[in-house]
């Protein structure tokens, strides 16, 4: 496992907490809207770099947030989030959910206090939207291990221009009663031309509005 990029500090992306955000090389998607596509194939391994910042800043930052890519395709995942809690830091993970059981591991071993999981598309539309074969069954079982509550848990979609408000629909109700839910503004990736227009703000207010009848909390990011 490598860490190819680092944001020090990060107010944003881990609740209540001063963050250090790590990115993990590889995922198991190919999202054509991914922000984070450039990084996939960097070969510089930044771990080392990681964990020399980290040794400085105990006391000055709460936490870490492991993202990629996605960091469950690692089988040594644990062993690096294991380093870090040692170091006295909280960990979040974010995941697209296709790993229940290492997400089970990291749960049941105390190993993360925070996940949040991407919930790409509903099945239907899941392989187009991520360019790949989508393990639909796994991620049925990441929903479910992440409602029991074992752990705190967000979930939250991009909203790119394929999905319509019954999407939007169809993945709340999986999700009915969860306690967060975020529906993320899509952006045009920059390295791609021509790249469709996101939906109106008015559009992602009315799905908004629609996600609020399932779940506890939902708001636009």
Same mark, same amino acid.
């Given at each position: 496992m490598k860490i190819v990029n680092i944001i020090k500090n990060s107010m944003i992306d881990f609740p209540r907490r001063i963050a250090c955000v790590s990115f993990t090389l590889g995922c198991n998607y190919n999202c054509w809207y991914c922000q984070n596509a450039t990084l996939l194939n960097r070969k510089d391994d930044l771990t080392s770099e990681l964990f020399a910042f980290l040794e400085k800043r105990k006391g000055l930052i709460d936490g870490v947030v492991i993202c990629g890519g996605e960091p469950t395709i690692h089988n040594d995942l644990p062993d690096f989030m294991q380093k870090i809690k040692s170091m006295g830091f909280d960990t979040?993970?974010? /995941?697209?959910? /296709?790993?229940?059981? *290492? *997400?089970k591991y990291l749960i049941n071993n105390s190993l993360v206090d925070y996940i949040a999981m991407d919930l790409k598309a509903p099945p239907i539309k899941l392989d187009s939207v991520v360019k790949c074969n989508a393990k639909i069954a796994e991620i049925e079982k990441s929903i479910d291990l992440l409602m029991q509550n074992r752990v705190e848990y967000e979930f939250r979609t991009t909203v790119v221009p394929e999905l319509t408000e019954n999407d939007i629909k169809l993945l709340a109700s999986r999700i009915a009663g969860a306690e967060k839910y975020f529906l993320q503004i899509y952006r045009k990736p920059d390295f791609l031309k021509n790249a469709p227009e996101p939906h109106s703000y008015e559009t992602m207010k009315k799905y908004l509005e629609i996600a609020k009848n399932y779940v506890k909390s939902c708001e636009l990011r």
């Open positions: 979040k993970l974010d /995941t697209n959910g /296709t790993n229940p059981e *290492m *997400m």
